[in-house]
């Protein structure tokens, strides 16, 4: 398909195709004339993953442009692609001071893995950014004095485990490899405000249960 | 205790507590002479809470302040005063767009909250920024053509659901009221990184169970 009709199908503007075109984030159309271009299902795919990022989940273009690098990087096996492409995507901030807070946080986040029977050395290698960004969350909530011992996070830790089983079935409907990395990747961003917004609600319906006052 | 002792019981600098106190984010101590004041474990509390909602959850002074001040609102009910105190948190963006994904987005969530028994009269009134956080997100997945019909949303309601139990568990271990709602508010910040980057965690974890070539 032509630039007008890719934006037909995919709602964005020819102008902002040209510009995600220019910044990289869009592979080049196959070249058909000194200023045509062929597009297809995959430039379709492409832009709704950039949309997901940048509109959605609020990403600078270089960092969308690291995370889509990330699920191109044909050297990985599958399982590293996602690790790489969710990997990019910006974290919480994650300072880590070493104090004793962090060594709390540090043992409590161990025994929570071996309590869960999470895999440390593949899933959470040190230096992944969500094991920091959970370390340095975990230690701010010790250094302010509120709970967050392996009681207090295993809840958390069981239910993550059943959304990513949910999350990676879905992930798994897609019929190619780099459907399920760019799936991956945008069900990653998008599914977050989901549950924050349900937990949130939650809370409120849990509250109303055991303080409101009796309603007629 | 004096501005001092405050100063050292709560690592919070003496310069960072006048400046709180100028913002009005810290009531007022007693004053004991033209140039001194009494704190007590109050102001303790209250610093707790104002360092997490602004040095870790990095909310604007001026947010931070709205959601103190609900806090305080002594003409309303525990469960209304909780529910005041989280509403004033901020939340991801809610643009509305009333177009056919915004109307899927409708049907989906009125028939989660059916299926989840949630009471959508006082927990979800439509203009609790959750609820919209969460229209506007399925309503994205809607646009993006990403899976975010009831049957993908009920296993993120039903975990939201535990979660809220086992947070306002740890809300009402606080012994007083106002204890319980300051826990409300920095619990509900503290833990959505937790929350968040255990998903990540959880992701890499299935991952590697489903993907990841056979190690040694």
């Not at 934006?7 to 902002?16: M, W």
């Not at 959304?163 to 799936?183: F, H, N, R, W």
């Amino acid at each position: 398909m032509r630039l007008a009709e890719l934006s037909e199908h995919s709602g964005v503007s020819t102008a902002t195709i040209k510009y995600y075109l220019r910044e990289g984030l869009l592979q080049p159309g196959r070249r058909t004339s000194a200023t045509q271009a062929e597009y297809d299902e995959r430039h379709l795919r492409r832009l709704r993953l950039v949309r997901a990022l940048i509109q959605i989940g609020k990403l600078p273009v270089a960092a969308a442009r690291e995370v889509i690098a990330a699920t191109e990087d044909e050297s990985l096996d599958h399982h590293m692609r996602l690790g790489a492409a969710t990997w990019a995507l910006p974290q919480g901030p994650a300072a880590m001071e070493e104090d004793a807070a962090h060594q709390a946080a540090s043992e409590a986040v161990a025994a929570l893995l071996d309590r869960l029977g999470w895999d440390a050395e593949v899933a959470l290698a040190e230096f992944a950014p969500a094991y920091r960004t959970l370390l340095a969350s975990v230690a701010a909530l010790n250094r302010l004095g509120y709970p967050c011992d392996v009681e207090h996070l295993l809840p958390y830790g069981r239910l993550a485990a059943e959304l990513a089983v949910s999350d990676l079935d879905m992930v798994q409907k897609q019929p190619t490899p780099e459907g399920q990395i760019e799936a991956a990747v945008a069900l990653t961003v998008l599914y977050e405000p989901v549950l924050l917004s349900l937990r949130r609600l939650a809370h409120a319906e849990e509250s109303a249960r055991r303080f409101a006052a009796k309603r007629a």
